[in-house]
């Protein structure tokens, strides 16, 4: 019970947080940009700026599915924010080119969570299959919980791992989109607070994630030591 407790809080509390972004977003894709750049426009430029050839920008469908994908060097943004000629767009854009600048210059914690992509992967589906078959046999087929939660807490260590190191690499993308967006002169003073708003709830997103992997892990390790001691 107590675990299902903490999963549906952190559930509400992530889409308190998503739905605030989402506000925000939509609120800030009404204010024009007074530079006239679109969020393909303020891609370009930023990458030219910091002496980055080699990554191509494509528009992807969908509301906030702008992502940088280190695999093939591609800012990959929203049609919002592709053609968008708003403060949104624009700190999206440079958000995401924040990224790309983040692999071009070798950055470390983005280096360290494109190496724990395929373990996450994995510890999701072993998530999955654990938790249904494996509490399962516990009960019914007389498995060892003991096991059970063990395999659990190697794969839901990964999942907070990764979701811990996913916190600077978001950050640090933001501040590199805000100095430079500040550094260009394409964005004036209130414009950038609206910008640095913007930004602030998305990283939000991430924060609550990283809590509520961290808060799961300690679950099951005080469940697994409980189990130890009887």
């Known amino acids: 019970m107590l675990l299902y407790i903490i999963l549906g809080f952190f559930a509400l509390l992530g889409s308190v947080v998503s739905g605030q972004l989402r506000r925000k977003f939509a609120k800030y894709s009404q204010e024009p940009l007074s530079s006239g750049y679109s969020g393909k426009e303020i891609a370009e ?9 080699d990554v191509q920008i494509t528009c992807t469908p969908g509301t906030l599915t702008d992502h940088y994908n280190p695999a093939n060097r591609t800012v990959n943004l929203s049609e919002e924010v592709y053609h968008g000629r708003n403060i949104a767009a624009a700190a999206v854009s440079a958000h995401e080119c924040g990224h790309a600048i983040q692999h071009a210059t070798g950055y470390q914690w983005l280096q360290m969570r494109s190496k724990l992509v395929p373990f996450v992967s994995i510890s999701s589906k072993i998530m999955n299959i654990v938790m249904i078959v494996g509490f399962i046999g516990a009960f019914a087929l007389g498995f060892n919980l003991q096991i ?15 979701a811990l190191v996913t916190l600077p690499v978001e950050y640090d993308a933001s501040n590199r989109a805000l100095a430079w967006l500040q550094m260009s002169g394409l964005a ?9 708003d913007a930004l602030k709830w998305a ?7 990283a809590i509520a ?16 001691r009887n």
Do not use: C, P
């Open 188 to 196: 004036g003073h209130s414009e950038m607070e609206k910008a640095k």
């Open 45 to 53: 430029k930023m990458l030219m700026d910091k002496g980055i050839s």
């Open 203 to 209: 990283a939000r997103t991430y924060l609550v994630s």
């Open 148 to 162: 059970v939660l063990g395999i659990i807490i190697i794969a839901q260590a990964m999942i907070a791992l990764f």
């Open 213 to 228: 992997a961290v808060v799961t892990l300690l679950y099951y390790v005080a469940r697994f030591m409980g189990g130890n």
